[in-house]
């Protein structure tokens, strides 16, 4: 706890001072189990400082910002131009901050006299190279220049644990971002987050904590946890049915916005051949022994749009055959754990919201119709809605499913209901959409099923 009742035993000798701390029947470290809380909530944390209070740290930090803050022309005249022709505060913003990211690499300097405080602004400009606190000053000083206001934030990450819950220390950070306010609205930005624009995170971002440095005080915050529909994978797909197994797909995906900039990041600095290799494995994955047809990759030059996909491909054994029926099975989308352990030691701690939307259309070969089908259904627990839909049109069925994952806690008396759904979602997966000729569902047909 922040102010403990713990008292070390103090020992002197040869001008040297040892503290030893005790603790007896301390927790154990905790089963490594899926979907774990922050281990500052299960296990707990020991902390020292010297430091009387978060103030302090917050005035000596204010002060080697100031210091390292060099007003220099070059720095003045590269914020104007950058911003020039720009009218709105986001939009200069944003060209400050895309320059710094597109011209400035990232250079960790946990060594010698800046391992804590930054560097002169003018010499980050010319070196053009910084770690975050580095990068953040110069984001800070150029946008005050442009007439948009910000302040110095220390960054840490949830799983990290909340500062407050420990003694003031600024090792208990992890970096240094902004909290920038442009046209009337408040925002946190990290100057290095290259393709998230004003209010958008990777999911590792979610409940961050934050101490805001302004000029006069500072306090404690948290970044927001993002939208299921920030984290949205999206598909559809028409299936084009043959009678011996085979298929043919027509498939659009959109990516989540995270692994669009992070595959947009790879595909820049990527040679033909690396994407052709992406291709190969791509078709490899999918076709199942086919190939590909026709593939397009859509938004790599658009910096904040989500990646989109548009795919054709052909898979010669799609779907098993069992005399005259065509067996057809959706994925599992849910990546829920299945949760076989017979006990939980600790609560189960889902910290992000994320949703993925399927929808399929198969399209039935001549001279077959649906025998049967599984019975549209939804599920929902605290960390997961499901919705699957089946519906029947001519010659078709559509498959809607939506998986919503919700940021949640559960706790540990609760696990055994956790795992009565994960089984059920399970066996609701295991069914099959049957299409047949004219004859009847054979014993073959019904065995292989039921296998």
């Known amino acids: 706890n922040y102010k403990n009742d713990y008292q070390p035993l103090i020992e002197k000798s040869g001008g040297k001072t040892t503290y030893t701390f005790s603790f007896e029947n301390t927790n154990a470290i905790p089963e490594d189990e899926d979907l774990m809380p922050p281990l500052q909530d299960v296990l707990g944390a020991i902390y020292m400082s010297s430091i009387k209070d978060w103030k302090d740290i917050a005035d000596w930090y204010r002060e080697l910002d100031n210091k390292s803050i060099v007003d220099a022309s070059e720095i003045t005249l590269k914020a104007i131009a950058l911003v020039k022709g ?88 992890s970096s240094v971002i902004l909290q920038v306010t442009v046209d009337g609205q408040s925002y946190y930005v990290d100057p290095q987050l290259k393709g998230f624009d004003f209010g958008h995170y990777p999911s590792s971002y979610d409940n961050a904590y934050v101490m805001v440095i302004d000029d006069n005080s500072y306090k404690f915050d948290h970044l927001p946890v993002s939208d299921k529909e ?42 033909e051949e690396d994407k052709n290799k992406f291709f190969a494995n791509l078709e490899q994955s999918f076709s199942k022994g086919g190939k590909m047809v026709t593939r397009e990759v859509i938004g790599v030059d658009d910096r904040y749009a989500p990646i989109e996909f548009d795919l054709k491909y052909q898979a010669p054994k799609a779907y ?132």
């Not at 001279?367 to 549209?376: D, L, M, Q, R, V």
């Open 86 to 173: 720009k009218d709105s505060q986001k939009d200069k913003a944003r060209a400050i901050l895309e320059y710094l990211q597109d011209e400035f690499r990232y250079v960790p300097l946990n060594f010698g006299d800046n391992t804590i405080a930054p560097h002169g602004t003018n010499e980050i400009l010319k070196s053009k190279y910084g770690d975050s606190k580095d990068i953040s000053l110069l984001a800070k000083q150029m946008l005050r220049i442009v007439g948009i206001d910000s302040n110095i934030c220390l960054f840490s990450g949830e799983f990290a644990g909340n500062p407050q819950v420990g003694l003031p220390s600024p090792s208990v950070f």
């Open 230 to 271: 920030e984290h949205a994978l999206v598909s559809q797909a028409d299936v084009m049915l043959s009678a011996d197994g085979a298929a043919e797909y027509k498939v659009h995906v959109k990516l989540p916005l995270e692994t669009s900039q992070n595959f947009r990041t790879s595909w820049k600095v990527s040679n």
């Open 320 to 451: 098993p055959i069992v005399n005259d029926m065509i067996l057809i099975k959706e994925e599992d989308q849910s990546d829920m754990p299945e949760f076989v352990g017979a006990t939980r030691k600790n609560p189960i701690f889902v910290p992000n919201n994320s949703l993925i939307r399927n929808t399929n259309t198969y399209y039935l070969p001549e001279g077959y119709k649906i025998n049967s089908a599984p019975a549209s259904y939804s599920l929902s627990i605290d960390s997961l809605d499901v919705a699957v839909n089946y519906s029947q049109k001519d010659n078709t069925i559509k498959v809607d499913s939506s998986y919503i994952t919700k940021r949640c806690s559960i706790p540990i008396e609760r696990y055994n209901q956790v795992k009565d759904f994960r089984k059920e979602l399970s066996k609701k997966n295991d069914q099959y959409i049957v299409l047949k000729t004219a004859s009847d569902l054979s014993n073959d047909a019904k065995k292989f099923m039921n296998n």
